[in-house]
């Protein structure tokens, strides 16, 4: 399945990247209807971007073909 252009949901940044896709997905759920860039996607969670920069490598460590 292809995802093109998807955009933040919360500040409008454009063209997620596939991990940025990829980690919505893992943390919201992959029946999610709102994509966030990592800036807002840290702060929906109340999390730090580096946290979830930690979560892509652990999951691109599984082998989730959802990263790159
Ligand atoms: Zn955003």
């Known amino acids: 399945m292809k995802r093109n ?3 933040c949901a919360s500040c409008g940044k454009e063209s997620l ?4 896709v ?6 919201l759920g992959d ?3 709102a994509y966030y860039c990592m800036d807002c ?4 969670l109340e ?8 979560k892509i490598e652990e999951f691109k ?7 790159e």
């Open 41 to 44: 996607l840290a702060d929906y």
């Open 47 to 54: 999390v730090t971007v580096q946290d979830i920069e930690d």
């Open 31 to 33: 029946n999610t209807t």
């Open 61 to 67: 460590s599984e082998g989730c073909k959802l990263f």
């Open 5 to 7: 252009k998807i955009n």
């Open 22 to 27: 990829g980690i919505n997905i893992k943390l």
């Open 17 to 20: 990247t596939k991990n940025e």
